[in-house]
């Protein structure tokens, strides 16, 4: 089975690129966006389906949230992750997941990675059910 590909939006890079290496280091496959724009860039690319997607919905203008709903409507198999500093900020974003995975800022790298194994578990379940079924996801 190949790696699971995460996709981690945000803009820190001296946030974005030790998180990036923890979770190559755990096996994952890691892309990584600036921002909303570089992000749609990865997902637009059909080639690399996008598992997992770490997003800092912190970013002030809102151009995380609306990627967040994008990806909701338009590529429902990508987990989401949502990080922020503001309390309030990620209460509203957990709105955007069914699962509510909300993290805080800064980092915790190990508690990212077992959110990370969580969704992809929460993943993988809803495919055989998906399977037993009859239904695709």
């Known amino acids: 089975m190949s790696k699971p590909n995460i996709l981690i939006v945000e803009a820190d890079i001296l946030v974005r690129h030790p998180l990036a290496e923890f979770l190559r280091e755990c096996g994952y496959r890691v892309l ?3 921002d909303a724009g ?4 990865v997902l637009d690319d059909d080639a690399t389906p996008i598992d997992v997607m770490l997003v800092d919905v912190g ?5 995380n949230f609306e ?8 590529r429902p198999g990508t987990r989401l992750l949502l990080a922020g500093t503001i309390a309030t900020a990620t209460r ?4 955007l ?10 980092y915790d790298h190990r508690q990212v990675h077992d959110q990370i194994r969580r ?13 037993a079924t009859g239904a695709e996801s």
Not at 121 to 131: I, P, T
């Open 119 to 131: 969704l992809l578990a929460a993943r993988d379940r809803q495919k055989q059910q998906d399977r």
């Open 59 to 63: 970013d002030g203008a809102g151009a």
């Open 67 to 74: 990627l967040t709903r994008w990806v909701r409507a338009n």
């Open 32 to 34: 990584e966006a600036v």
């Open 38 to 41: 570089e992000a749609r860039t």
């Open 97 to 106: 997941c069914a699962e509510r995975p909300e993290i805080a800022k800064p």
């Open 92 to 95: 509203e974003a957990g709105e």
